[in-house]
């Protein structure tokens, strides 16, 4: 009798990089259901797999320890005695980590060249446009496992849940209540719609279908939050800094329509099945990062300078914005709209 497979995922961060790895887990588990399938994630990301029923354990990794957690983490995985590590991040820490273990070790393309001539000389090599969570499949291509077309997941704790219901009850949120949530907020600043506009759009899309906003983000949102309610006439409810990852998500569940920035926050909204209208500035849908097209929309303009970064940066080398500042607020709320009249009736307008 053959021994179980062991399967260990490796894929650090961020929120959006992590939700993207759910359908890959999903379709190795459906293909191997009585496998143990492992993940490590990075410590202050692992609340995105809490509760995923296709994970057996989660192995954190803290950076914040030292030296040292590398070390511990790297003899904890030779100790399971994995068959197989999937590494969808691809990176020295993860490497260090495999090797050793014993087990089969698989990868997928970043498209390294093919990114940085597109990034840094505007030479387009992309032979098609393949999407990051397709692109992980191309580890576990051997082992038969292909994408089951069901998108990202994440799962809310119940205790979340109930904790949100709550705070909207309190808030005159009701079952009948349409919700617009907004996500203003996004680390690197060049990738930030600005403020004015966001909260130009929200009270458009208010107007025409009679909804109630809500703000969210992390701690390090709170000030463009803030901007933005200050700036909005429909009075949103802001809970930027005053959500945990999952009580976000929980919010983004109830949601009719999101607006969003390229995020986490994006990719933690198509896992919770919610449509969204995304705005992309400095990065292009080569790069494998847009939306599932499922429930979604893209606000972008076609500008000679796109992509100027993979990630993002704290400003614009062009010094003028453009990509960003060229989209109006009435186009995010057309498309908006759009979406809306192309989605079934399972929405509160």
Same mark, same amino acid.
């Given at each position: 009798?053959?021994?179980?497979?062991?399967?260990?995922?490796?894929?650090?961060?961020?929120?959006?990089?992590?939700?993207?790895?759910?359908?890959?887990?999903?379709?190795?588990?459906?293909?191997?259901?009585?496998?143990?399938?492992?993940?490590?994630?990075?410590?202050?990301?692992?609340?995105?797999?809490?509760?995923?029923?296709?994970?057996?354990?989660?192995?954190?990794?803290?950076?914040?320890?030292?030296?040292?957690?590398?070390?511990?983490?790297?003899?904890?995985?030779?100790?399971?005695?994995? #068959?197989?590590?999937?590494?969808?991040?691809? +990176?020295?820490?993860?490497?260090?980590?495999?090797? !050793? =273990?014993? &087990?089969? @070790?698989?990868?997928?393309?970043?498209?390294?060249?093919?990114?940085?001539?597109?990034?840094?000389?505007?030479?387009?090599?992309?032979?098609?446009?393949?999407?990051?969570?397709?692109?992980?499949?191309?580890?576990?291509?051997?082992?038969?496992?292909?994408?089951?077309?069901?998108?990202?997941?994440?799962?809310?704790?119940?205790?979340?849940?109930?904790?949100?219901?709550?705070?909207?009850?309190?808030?005159?949120?009701?079952?009948?209540?349409?919700?617009?949530?907004?996500?203003?907020?996004?680390?690197?600043?060049?990738?930030?719609?600005?403020?004015?506009?966001?909260?130009?759009?929200?009270?458009?899309?208010?107007?025409?279908?009679?909804?109630?906003?809500?703000?969210?983000?992390?701690?390090?949102?709170?000030?463009?939050?803030?901007?933005?309610? #200050?700036?909005?006439?429909?009075?949103?409810? +802001?809970?930027?800094?005053?959500?945990?990852?999952? !009580? =976000?998500? &929980?919010? @983004?569940?109830?949601?009719?329509?999101?607006?969003?920035?390229?995020?986490?926050?994006?990719?933690?909204?198509?896992?919770?099945?919610?449509?969204?209208?995304?705005?992309?500035?400095?990065?292009?849908?080569?790069?494998?990062?847009?939306?599932?097209?499922?429930?979604?929309?893209?606000?972008?303009?076609?500008?000679?300078?796109?992509?100027?970064?993979?990630?993002?940066?704290?400003?614009?080398?062009?010094?003028?914005?453009?990509?960003?500042?060229?989209?109006?607020?009435?186009?995010?709320?057309?498309?908006?709209?759009?979406?809306?009249?192309?989605?079934?009736?399972?929405?509160?307008?």
């Amino acid at each position: 009798m053959e021994s179980p497979l062991k399967f260990l995922v490796i894929r650090f961060s961020s929120i959006g990089d992590v939700i993207l790895t759910t359908p890959l887990v999903r379709s190795l588990r459906a293909k191997y259901p009585g496998s143990r399938i492992d993940f490590l994630v990075k410590k202050e990301f692992s609340a995105v797999l809490v509760l995923n029923p296709n994970i057996n354990d989660i192995i954190t990794f803290d950076k914040s320890v030292g030296k040292g957690e590398l070390a511990r983490v790297r003899n904890l995985v030779k100790q399971n005695a994995y #068959t197989h590590i999937v590494d969808v991040q691809r +990176n020295i820490r993860s490497v260090y980590i495999a090797s !050793g =273990s014993g &087990a089969k @070790l698989s990868g997928f393309s970043k498209k390294i060249m093919a990114r940085d001539l597109l990034i840094r000389f505007k030479i387009n090599i992309y032979k098609e446009i393949k999407p990051v969570y397709l692109r992980y499949f191309e580890a576990v291509a051997t082992l038969g496992v292909g994408y089951d077309g069901k998108g990202t997941e994440v799962f809310p704790p119940a205790s979340e849940i109930l904790t949100v219901n709550e705070l909207l009850a309190q808030n005159s949120f009701t079952a009948q209540t349409p919700i617009l949530v907004i996500a203003p907020g996004a680390h690197w600043e060049n990738k930030r719609w600005p403020a004015a506009k966001f909260a130009e759009t929200a009270d458009i899309f208010c107007s025409q279908n009679g909804a109630k906003a809500i703000l969210i983000g992390g701690k390090g949102d709170a000030d463009i939050c803030h901007e933005v309610q #200050t700036l909005m006439k429909s009075n949103p409810l +802001n809970l930027a800094g005053k959500l945990s990852l999952m !009580g =976000s998500a &929980a919010i @983004l569940g109830h949601a009719s329509m999101v607006f969003t920035n390229d995020t986490g926050m994006l990719h933690m909204a198509q896992a919770m099945k919610t449509p969204v209208v995304a705005v992309y500035g400095p990065t292009t849908r080569e790069l494998g990062f847009f939306p599932l097209p499922v429930n979604s929309r893209v606000a972008e303009t076609d500008i000679s300078c796109r992509p100027c970064t993979q990630k993002g940066l704290h400003y614009c080398p062009k010094k003028h914005f453009m990509c960003m500042n060229a989209i109006l607020p009435e186009t995010v709320s057309g498309l908006a709209m759009e979406l809306l009249n192309a989605l079934p009736a399972k929405n509160n307008f």
